[in-house]
């Protein structure tokens, strides 16, 4: 009960990555995040092995993934 309001609950950093990049792309990636595993030779996999050791960075991942989900549902609800 104590993750029911939290949108990274069950999530894969996999996932959240994998999400942002179809929504915003590498290089828009790179510049909301500026960390070297999104804009130089870009990878799933690299930005994976970054972010699970580097725990700044992968607050700071998901917080632009919380933002991104918020900013999906805000337009949803306008365009209702």
């Not at 609950?9 to 990049?21: K, Q, Y």
């Not at 930005?47 to 999906?72: C, H, N, Q």
Request: a positive charge.
């Amino acid at each position: 009960m104590k993750q029911r309001h939290n949108p990274l609950h069950g999530l894969t950093l996999e996932t959240i990555v994998t999400a942002l990049v179809a929504h915003y792309g590498w290089d828009e990636l790179a510049e909301r995040i500026p960390i070297r595993c999104f804009s130089t030779d870009p990878s799933i996999i690299s930005s994976l092995k970054f972010l699970r050791k580097t725990p700044w960075a992968r607050d700071k991942v998901e917080g632009l993934y919380g933002f991104m989900l918020r900013d999906i549902n805000r337009v949803a609800k306008r365009d209702d």
